[in-house]
């Protein structure tokens, strides 16, 4: 190492001081912008319902910027349009807008906010103002299905867009319909149903499928999924060894629960789950009536003995509840808080009650009539009911009518404002369904005659169905969210058992 000469390395190199002139450009420029501001505009970086089909389940949507925003300046210059009413809510650089009421299904929306300023902007009094920003979104399609009574539709499964004003048959000839439940999407729909020759026989054979509707939906992550061909069939259970009797499906779509009867048993009578990628395994429970699966979809409601009781569909769990002083359970609230239910009183009358996982346990209202059906309004402050009245005279008679429950707390009254709708003379057998958006209720008015060996339409009470309608009551007017000064059914199309697609 000794004999070796050491060349001194210059100070800079050419690359060296390219790269510090570019520094010093981009310092100066930096200390510039940190002076004078930031001069581009706000914007609106994200819109949670951009392009969307949303449905009732869809409770808000959010706007996120690019930077804290003057609160006021946005709510200001916001539009909706069609308007929709509702509550401004902030978190950071995201503002959540709620609206008041389920937004009408069957409509296109353009939102828009053109002025707004950013909180800088605002205080200084600058005239920067926000990116113009506008962007749609639509909600689903006002959609229900029916069972036919016409000559090739008799007893067949049909779908009705109202938005597009489209019918769809879905199910084959060779099949009745006994009874149907939409899937949460809409995009499919389980029903029990025989074949047309058994069912002529007076043969119980219902089987449960499912049937493709060929509506388009939404994932929970926004994307499109491209809708089945309408009219796809898949069976979901046999009536091999057992009859398939009553049936209901859960909220998220994943649990079905039947009720079945042994056929070389009667004695084996009870509740069975169907669940995905599994086997139907039955209930252990004592048997009972009247079912209906909680929204949480994890729980049951039986009718047993003197009372309701609540059971658990995860295998091996006790039962969670027994209210012993209700016999019926006719709904729950959409979230599942509540639940409208019916006591027979010792006076012959009955007590329509709202009981709350709170543990509340109201009474609406007391009758010498019945309690046909009740449905939940999507905001839980209204409940729908059909209700009948005695009518006077030799020959005993019941008149329906539909009423509307108001559920909101009165200080003033101990007793809930009960309102008639509409009267609904000489009708027995009445289905009713409220929609989704809960400014239209649907019920069918059927004319029946006596049963023959070939008739294979039947009412609950065993009568064949000769003649049926469909008919609609408007209950909210949708721009306005009010009621209309005068309700009057409109007759749709011939028909029964109608059900509004969620």
């Not at 949507?61 to 690019?66: D, E, G, H, Q």
């Not at 209700?326 to 019916?342: D, N, R, W």
């Not at 009539?369 to 839980?380: D, L, N, T, V």
Request: with cysteine; proline share 8%.
């Amino acid at each position: 190492m000794s004999g070796q000469t050491i060349t001194p390395k210059k100070f800079l190199e050419p690359i060296d001081r390219a790269a510090l002139g570019l520094m010093v450009v981009l310092s100066l420029l930096i200390g510039i912008l940190l002076l004078s501001g930031d001069r581009t505009s706000p914007k609106v970086r994200d819109f949670s319902w951009k392009d969307k089909q949303v449905s009732v389940e869809d409770t808000a949507f959010i706007l996120t910027f690019s930077r804290p925003m003057n609160h006021d300046s946005v709510e200001a210059n916001l539009k909706i349009e069609p308007p929709i009413p509702g509550q401004v809510s902030w978190a950071g650089r995201r503002m959540a807008y709620t609206p008041k009421f389920p937004v009408p299904y069957g409509s296109k929306y353009q939102v828009e906010l053109k002025g707004a300023r950013d909180q800088i902007s605002a205080r200084k009094n600058e005239g920067k103002q926000i990116e113009p920003f506008t962007a749609a979104f639509r909600t689903r399609d006002r959609a229900f299905a029916y069972i036919g009574v016409e000559e090739k539709e008799q007893g067949r499964l049909i779908l009705y867009n109202l938005t597009a004003q489209k019918k769809s048959i879905l199910t084959p000839a060779d099949l009745v319909v006994m009874e149907f439940k939409p899937y949460p999407g809409g995009e499919r729909i389980l029903f029990s149903a025989s074949d047309r020759k058994h069912q002529e026989k007076g043969l119980l054979n219902q089987q449960l499928y499912t049937v493709s509707t060929g509506l388009s939906f939404q994932s929970e992550d926004g994307s499109s999924n491209e809708p089945e061909p309408e009219g796809r069939l898949d069976l979901v259970l046999d009536s091999k060894d057992y009859q398939n009797l009553k049936f209901d499906l859960s909220a998220d779509g994943k649990t079905i629960v039947v009720q079945r009867l042994n056929r070389r048993k009667p004695a084996d009578f009870g509740l069975w789950i169907i669940q995905p990628d599994a086997k139907p395994r039955r209930l252990e429970t004592q048997p009972g009536g009247d079912f209906t699966i909680h929204p949480d979809s994890t729980s049951l409601a039986v009718a047993q003995g003197q009372g309701i009781a609540m059971l658990s569909l995860k295998p091996g769990e006790k039962p969670l509840d027994f209210l012993p002083k209700f016999g019926i359970l006719l709904s729950f609230s959409q979230e599942g808080s509540a639940a409208a239910m019916v006591k027979f009183n010792t006076d012959y009358t009955r007590s329509l009650y709202l009981v709350t996982n709170q543990g509340t346990q109201k009474e609406l209202l007391r009758t010498t009539g019945s309690i046909q059906r009740c449905e939940f309004a999507p905001k839980r402050d209204t409940l729908y009911c059909l209700l009948t009245q005695l009518i006077k005279g030799e020959v005993y008679q019941e008149e329906p009518f539909f009423a509307a429950i108001n559920l909101k707390p009165d200080p003033n009254s101990k007793q809930s404002q009960v309102r008639p709708l509409v009267v609904l003379p000489n009708q027995q057998d009445i289905q009713m369904s409220l929609s989704p958006d809960g400014l239209a209720l649907l019920f069918d008015q059927i004319g029946t005659r006596p049963p023959t060996a070939t008739d294979t339409l039947r009412s609950g009470d065993g009568q064949a169905i000769a003649t049926g309608f469909l008919w609609m009551l408007p209950l909210v007017d949708a721009t306005s969210s009010t009621p209309p000064p005068q309700l009057k059914p409109e007759q749709l199309l011939p028909g029964f058992h109608p059900r509004w697609l969620p």
